[in-house]
């Protein structure tokens, strides 16, 4: 059995049975960059639908350890050393003061720091091996943001005091395009 992925920036469509043949003559980026000292494993680099990654042992009918490339990181380019660095996450960084472990991560959407079911995101990849215990605690200290960085929408314009209510009212840009607000009633533009 013969397999190839496909580039996301491949429209259904356009796949025809010669790009297909393509695809699959090309053959995989799949290999093996070293043996993991711990474990005595093999440890693969592959290209996957989702994304490249690195994976720590072969696939014998189990789920073995697997954690996406970072930003910058490539199949071509990625060492043992940052390998071995990537399968090493979740990286525990301690336990906070209430004695819940805290550790940085790299999921779906980045790279985060998880205490229990709490969150906080980081900024760049690079603080997942960084980041200090002192760190996540002053994170973890603060509020959560909002959700989808919705932190209330700067004004584009003031238009001056509403007569009836007495609030200001201003445009503002926010999801869906520009509004007015007094802010108590929105109304879209």
């Given at each position: 059995?013969?397999?190839?992925?496909?580039?996301?920036?491949?429209?259904?469509?356009?796949?025809?049975?010669?790009?297909?043949?393509?695809?699959?003559?090309?053959?995989?980026?799949?290999?093996?960059?070293?043996?993991?000292?711990?474990?005595?494993?093999?440890?693969?680099?592959?290209?996957?639908?989702?994304?490249?990654?690195?994976?720590?042992?072969?696939?014998?009918?189990?789920?073995?350890?697997?954690?996406?490339?970072?930003?910058?990181m490539t199949l071509d380019t990625i060492t043992m050393e940052q390998a071995l660095q990537l399968l090493s996450l979740p990286r525990m960084l301690g336990t906070d003061v209430d004695g819940e472990a805290i550790e940085a991560t790299h999921g779906r959407y980045g790279p985060y720091l998880k205490k229990g079911s709490d969150s906080r995101s980081l900024d760049h990849d690079s603080q997942l091996f960084s980041v200090t215990l002192d760190e996540a605690r002053a994170l973890f200290s603060q509020p959560k943001p909002a959700r989808g960085g919705a932190r209330g929408a700067a004004a584009l314009r003031e238009l001056g005091t509403d007569p009836e209510s007495g609030h200001p009212v201003s445009v503002k840009e926010g999801r869906f395009g520009p509004y007015v607000t007094d802010g108590v009633t929105n109304a879209s533009l």
């Open positions: 059995e013969i397999r190839a992925p496909v580039p996301e920036d491949l429209a259904p469509d356009e796949l025809t049975v010669e790009r297909a043949e393509e695809l699959l003559g090309a053959g995989s980026n799949d290999r093996v960059i070293g043996v993991d000292p711990g474990s005595g494993l093999p440890v693969l680099v592959r290209g996957g639908r989702f994304g490249p990654y690195v994976q720590l042992g072969e696939t014998n009918g189990g789920k073995p350890k697997t954690q996406s490339l970072l930003d910058g």
